[in-house]
């Protein structure tokens, strides 16, 4: 075989000149570079060289806290890029190269590709770790109702929450109009809060006997009742929920991170 494409007789020994050793160890490690490249990302997590470039961008209290949390949960080392978008001057120009939409989260690998959306960052993320248990396996009847759920949180909470987060004002000029539109928000919310109720007054976590990624969003999603007065008191299986969580060390660590508690 020819290790890194020299031949035998090519390579190092102790009688190299300095220059030639220098040369060959920068042209190795170039060639080692490119070979991590063409690994997969799955197989890279486990080779342990995928990690140290992995780069979230995210916002404080966004959406981009649910893998954010995940990251920490499975240990994964990362980078965080920090996007204001709740500031009309928090996005850099640049950063419509990384997204287009120019929103958060953004998962940048270290082979360039990036991927959006909290579900499909959320399982990719547990699917390096398949070990953590943080989603069930792919092709199973419980990985599609993880998916379902996922898809409850993003469609039926998460855009749910958004008239309470300005889009009342982006809607209605009025007042009165404005005040209309965000009852009515609260209103779909709590019955859908309703589900949710019933299902953690049954089990401990969304999904069951044991935390998932589906928890990491729906905690995130249902935090944002702190910043929006939506009343959480009808529910109080939701909100010892919410206190479970938030104990919880990887929830913990996202949060401190970003400055959500001290």
Not at 66 to 93: F, N, T
Not at 198 to 224: C, E, N, R
Request: net charge positive.
């Amino acid at each position: 075989q020819r290790p890194l494409g020299y031949e035998p007789n090519e390579l190092p020994d102790c009688s190299t000149p300095r220059h030639k050793l220098v040369r060959f160890y920068k042209s190795a490690t170039r060639q080692c570079q490119r070979l991590t490249s063409l690994v997969s990302p799955r197989q890279s997590a486990k080779r342990g060289v995928l990690s140290a470039v992995m780069k979230l961008y995210y916002s404080k209290a966004a959406c981009s806290l649910a893998p954010h949390i995940v990251l920490e949960e499975l240990a994964i080392p990362h980078e965080l890029v920090r996007i204001d978008i709740m500031k009309a001057d928090g996005i850099p120009p640049d950063f419509h190269k990384v997204n287009p939409m120019g929103a958060v989260p953004v998962l940048q690998l270290d082979n360039g590709e990036t991927l959006t959306e909290v579900a499909a960052i959320l399982q990719y993320l547990a699917d390096l770790k398949p070990e953590s248990g943080l989603v069930p396996k792919a092709g199973t009847w419980e990985r599609v109702r993880l998916q379902e759920c996922l898809n409850f949180i993003a469609t039926e909470l998460h855009k749910g929450f958004g008239p309470l987060f300005g889009g009342a004002e982006a809607m209605a000029e009025s007042p009165q109009a404005q005040g209309q539109i965000k009852d009515w928000a609260k209103k779909e919310l709590a019955f859908r809060l309703a589900i949710i109720e019933g299902k953690l007054a049954q089990h401990p976590w969304i999904m069951g006997d044991h935390f998932t990624v589906a928890d990491a969003y729906l905690f995130t999603i249902l935090s944002w009742s702190n910043y929006t007065g939506f009343d959480l008191t009808p529910f109080s299986a939701v909100k010892a929920y919410l206190a479970k969580v938030q104990e919880r060390s990887g929830v913990v660590s996202a949060m401190k991170a970003e400055r959500l508690i001290r």
